[in-house]
C-alpha cells in the first residue's frame, strides 16, 4: 500500500522542540513517508534542537538573516515553500504553533491545494497586538487548516467560537512527548556555569524574555525588575540564557550586565535548559514553552506579559501572571523568595498540557484520516 507522505514544517527554536518528537514518531512508523522542511528561520538554536533530537531535514530553506522583518521571513518562507512543495509533493503538511513561518508554511500549501495539519491550534489572547504577531498568524492557520491538533480542551472551544469545528481532536501538546525524553535523573551540565551553581543553598532563578511586543520599555521595565530582585535578595542567583536577537542581546547586557549573581549565558540546548528548568527554584519568563514545561516540573511561573493564552496552569495556581511593570514584578517576585507558603502554593506539579502522548494520537489520527485506521485514538483527558 502507497505510504502517506507527511511533510513537517518548522522553523523556530520552539517549533523544534515541538515537532521533533512528532517527526520522529511518523518516521518510525511504516504507514508514513516522514519528510521534514526546515525554514531555518532561526539558524543556531534550531540546529542545536535538531542535533540533540538527531533529526535530519530533508529540506532546509536557510531564511535566516540579522535582524529580519516579518516581512522579509514570511516572503523567503513562502517562496521557499513553493520548490519545496513542488518536488515533495506531500499528501499533508504539518505546521506547528504560530510563527511566521507557520504561517508562511499553512499558506504555501494551501496555494498548492496541499491539506494542512495544525499541530498546537486554538491558542488564543483575543487581542491582536499581544502576542505580536503570533495571535493573527495562528487565527490565520485556523481558517487554512483541515486537521487542528488541540492540546487543551479551552484551546477546542476556541476553535469552536470561530465555527471550526471539524477536523478538531484534542491531542494533548507535545511539548510535555518531548520533556519526557530530554528530563535526566542525576544530569550533569556541560555548561560551566550551570555546573557550579549552588543549587542547594541558593535560590536559583531561571529567567527568559524575548518577545517582540516586549521590546523597548516593557523589557527595559522587565529587566530593571529583575536587577531589583538579585539586588535585594542575596541568596538568588539569576540565570538568563539570552536568545540570540541582537534586540535581546543589547537589552539584557545593558540592564543585567556585571551583576555578580546576574548571569548571561548563551541559550542552552534544550537537554541543559529542561535539566536546568527541573533544578531550580522558580521561573520569570515571557515565553510560551516555559509556560508549560515549568508546571509539569512542579516550579513556580511568573509570566512578564499582560496576558496569557495559557490559562490552564494559572487556573491550576502554578502560574500567575506578573505584568511588565517594574514595582508588580519585582513584589511578585519577592513574595517568592521570601513567604515560603505563598512560593508552596505555588510549587506543585500539575499536567493541563499533555500527558506524553500527544505525537501518537497525532500520528494515530492522521492514519485514520487517511483511511489507514478505523478509528481515531481516544481523546487527551484533562
Ligand atoms: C520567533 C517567533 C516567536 C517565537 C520565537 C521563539 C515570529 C514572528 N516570531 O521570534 O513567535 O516565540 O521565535 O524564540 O515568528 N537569531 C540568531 N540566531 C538564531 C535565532 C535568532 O541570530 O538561531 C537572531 C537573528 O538576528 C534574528 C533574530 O534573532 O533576526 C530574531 O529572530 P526572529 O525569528 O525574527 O524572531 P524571534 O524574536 O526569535
Ligand atoms: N529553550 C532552550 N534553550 C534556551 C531557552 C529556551 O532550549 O536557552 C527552550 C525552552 O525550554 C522551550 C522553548 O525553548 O522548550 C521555548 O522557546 P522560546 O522561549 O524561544 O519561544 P516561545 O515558547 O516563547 O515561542
Redesign the pocket.
Known amino acids: 500500500m502507497k505510504k502517506i507522505k507527511v511533510m513537517t514544517v518548522f522553523?523556530?527554536?520552539?517549533?523544534a522542540i515541538k515537532m521533533a518528537p512528532l517527526a520522529l514518531e511518523l518516521a518510525s512508523r511504516p504507514e508514513f513517508d516522514a519528510q521534514c522542511c526546515v525554514t531555518a528561520?532561526?539558524?543556531?538554536?534550531?540546529?542545536?534542537v535538531l542535533n540533540i533530537f538527531q533529526l535530519q531535514p530533508d529540506y532546509d530553506l536557510n531564511v535566516?538573516?540579522?535582524?529580519?522583518?516579518?516581512s522579509t521571513?514570511t516572503s523567503k518562507c513562502l517562496n521557499g515553500m513553493d520548490s519545496v512543495l513542488e518536488d515533495a509533493e506531500p499528501d499533508l503538511v504539518l505546521v506547528h504553533?504560530?510563527?511566521?513561518?507557520?504561517?508562511a508554511g499553512a499558506l504555501a500549501s494551501f496555494y498548492h491545494k496541499i491539506p494542512v495539519g495544525h499541530v498546537e491550534a486554538g491558542l488564543r489572547t483575543y487581542d491582536k497586538w499581544s502576542?505580536?504577531?503570533?495571535e493573527i498568524?495562528r487565527k490565520l492557520v485556523g481558517a487554512i487548516a483541515d486537521l487542528h491538533f488541540c492540546p487543551t480542551a479551552a484551546n477546542r472551544d476556541n476553535l469552536a467560537r470561530e465555527n471550526i469545528t471539524k477536523g478538531v481532536f484534542l491531542t494533548g501538546n507535545t511539548v510535555i512527548d518531548a520533556l519526557q525524553t530530554t528530563i535526566i535523573k542525576d544530569f550533569t551540565f556541560i555548561d560551566k556555569t550551570l555546573d557550579s551553581l549552588d543549587y542547594v543553598n541558593q535560590k536559583v532563578v531561571l529567567v527568559t524574555c524575548?518577545?517582540?511586543e516586549n521590546y523597548g520599555q516593557p523589557m527595559a521595565d522587565i529587566m530593571t525588575a529583575m536587577r531589583r530582585v538579585a539586588d535585594a535578595f542575596p541568596d538568588t542567583e539569576l540565570v538568563y540564557p539570552v536568545?540570540?536577537?541582537?534586540?535581546?542581546q543589547e537589552a539584557a547586557h545593558r540592564y543585567l550586565g556585571g551583576h555578580p549573581r546576574i548571569h548571561l549565558i548563551m541559550?542552552l540546548d534544550v537537554r541543559e535548559m529542561h535539566n536546568l528548568m527541573a533544578r531550580c527554584y522558580m521561573v520569570m519568563t515571557d515565553?510560551?514553552?516555559l509556560q508549560e514545561e515549568a508546571p509539569a516540573l512542579g516550579k513556580p511561573v511568573l509570566v512578564l506579559r499582560r496576558e496569557t493564552e495559557r490559562p490552564e496552569a494559572v487556573e491550576a495556581g502554578t502560574v500567575r501572571l506578573a505584568g511588565v511593570e517594574e514595582e508588580k514584578i519585582f513584589q511578585m517576585a519577592s513574595q517568592l523568595l521570601s513567604d515560603r507558603t505563598e512560593y508552596d502554593k505555588m510549587a506543585h506539579a500539575v499536567n493541563p498540557y499533555g500527558d506524553g502522548q500527544a505525537c501518537s494520537r497525532i500520528a494515530d489520527i492522521i492514519a485514520w484520516h487517511f483511511g489507514r485506521r478505523e478509528m481515531p485514538p481516544e481523546e487527551f483527558g484533562q
Open positions: 522553523g523556530t527554536r520552539p517549533e528561520q532561526h539558524r543556531e538554536m534550531l540546529d542545536s535566516m538573516e540579522p535582524r529580519q522583518t516579518l521571513i504553533g504560530d510563527t511566521s513561518t507557520t504561517f502576542p505580536f504577531p503570533e498568524n524575548h518577545r517582540r536568545h540570540l536577537s541582537p534586540v535581546v541559550p515565553s510560551g514553552g
